[in-house]
């Protein structure tokens, strides 16, 4: 076969790849970003009030969720690295989707509290599941596009997000004698659980083992993966243990390296905490806030898949325009310390949260195509150690825009404009040193 048939051929074959993937994993995210943060619009309807829980019970509700989803990411992304992606993920979607359906039976805080525990453990292996499967099938010219569609889903559920809660808790209130936030975990928990079974179905596994391909399919996609130097699963290759795959990971220099970048890109983004805050300042009403929220996340898409675009056609300089984006946004939030003109600071919060959301799925994909020539099993531990230690930002971010604090808060914005420095260090640092080094 000549180059330009090849070239048709593996260009068919990524249109495959793209039609299977991007859609199913774009709403698998949604979805289980609105199961991860429906309890926010839970307490704007009421929960709180019904379940009598105090401001710190509250709090312990949020902060116990990242907990276990922390703790269990590794343990599962290293099941799904030797399993079947269309079986494991769907099965965990299913079960979570049950439980936030339980969590509309919850009538104590304890509860509320234990629901939210289980809803961690079995949303733990989602989002580095798919960084895993995302890394396994593209090529690293390939992933910056690919990472920027899943990213982008996070955006536009923070952008809707609140009114569509605002349009099941205010629409069915009451309907059969139940509070509306209750069925807001209903609604979402069974769309949540429906979406999942319509995966199985749709959903790649690994190149070497996916039905939804044929015997030539899988091998181009194989061998267009090794040319690239990315490690695919074959039968061939002699299985890790669990723990070889921990350790090779964590004495890997590069695992972290990103994972502190990405600690920081989470961690200044707990300002979205700020957003509801800012926007009633600027005088409108909580439903005029809803919706004056969206132009934040539109910007901030915008930012997301240009990136995502230009990258994959420099993916070495990923690095570099990460730290450009981080140094935006703590130019931004620096000026948000001395300005304290309503106007002003929105308009600066919505370029904050471009340079951020554009940074968070460039990192991703940057650590994606980094970790690619490691085994499978050592690529699925250091993606998930790069996530859940980024994650661990959402227990000490809820903290940093304390009430008190405002109309100003200094604290917050210090701290976010101190982490975004430190940011842009790591990963001017990684852009010459993993280029000097690339892993082997």
């Known amino acids: 076969m000549d180059d330009e048939a090849l070239k048709a051929e ?41 379940l009598h829980l105090t401001s710190g019970q509250y709090s312990i509700s949020l902060v116990v969720f990242f907990i276990t989803y922390v703790v269990f990411e590794i343990p599962s992304n290293l099941i799904l690295s030797k399993t079947k ?53 593209y090529k690293k010219d390939e992933q910056a596009k690919r990472f ?60 070497a083992n996916t039905a939804r391909l044929t015997p030539r399919e899988r091998e181009l996609a194989i061998s267009r993966l090794a040319a690239d130097e990315v490690t695919s699963r074959t039968e061939d290759n002699p299985r890790l243990t669990s723990l070889q795959a921990l350790a090779m990971a964590l004495s890997n220099w590069r695992t972290w390296l990103l994972t502190a970048g990405y600690m920081v890109i989470v961690g200044s983004s707990t300002l979205s905490y700020f957003y509801p805050t800012l926007v009633k300042g600027l005088g409108y009403t909580s439903h005029m806030a809803q919706y004056m929220v969206v132009p934040i996340y539109a910007v901030a898409f915008l930012a997301v898949g240009i990136t995502g675009y230009f990258m994959d056609k420099h993916p070495t300089q990923r690095g570099i325009v990460i730290a450009a984006w981080l140094t935006l946004s703590m130019i931004c939030s620096i000026l948000v ?68 604090d405002a109309p100003k808060y200094l604290l917050g914005f210090g701290v976010i404009s101190g982490m975004c420095a430190f940011g842009v260090g790591v990963y001017v640092v990684s852009h010459v040193v993993i280029r000097r080094y690339p892993s082997k």
């Open 10 to 50: 593996e260009k068919a074959l990524v249109r495959k790849i793209d039609l299977f993937l991007l859609p199913t994993i774009w709403l698998m995210y949604l979805l289980s970003y609105m199961d991860r943060t429906n309890i926010g619009n839970a307490k704007v309807a009421g929960m709180d009030v019904d």
């Open 148 to 207: 920027a569609v899943y990213i982008s889903a996070a955006v536009l559920s923070g952008a809707f997000g609140g009114i569509l809660a605002g349009a099941i808790t205010g629409g069915l209130d009451g309907v059969r004698g139940l509070e509306g936030w209750r069925w807001l975990f209903i609604v979402e928990g069974a769309a949540t659980a429906f979406w999942a079974i319509c995966s199985h179905f749709i959903l790649l596994d690994f190149p």
């Open 85 to 137: 992606p269309s079986i494991y993920l769907p099965i965990i979607m299913t079960l979570w989707g049950a439980v936030t359906c339980c969590m509309s039976l919850a009538h104590s805080y304890h509860a509320l509290l234990s629901l939210r525990l289980i809803v961690g453990v079995l949303e733990a292996g989602f989002a580095p599941g798919i960084l895993l499967i995302l890394s396994s099938w």
């Open 337 to 404: 310390c001395t300005i304290y003109n309503f106007t002003a600071r929105y308009v600066l919060l919505v370029f904050m949260a471009a340079g951020l959301w554009a940074s968070n799925g460039l990192a991703l994909s940057y650590s994606a195509s980094t970790f690619g020539s490691m085994p499978q099993e050592v690529r699925a531990v250091s993606l998930a150690f790069v996530n859940a230690m980024g994650n661990l930002a959402q227990i000490y971010g809820a903290y940093l825009f304390p009430k008190e």
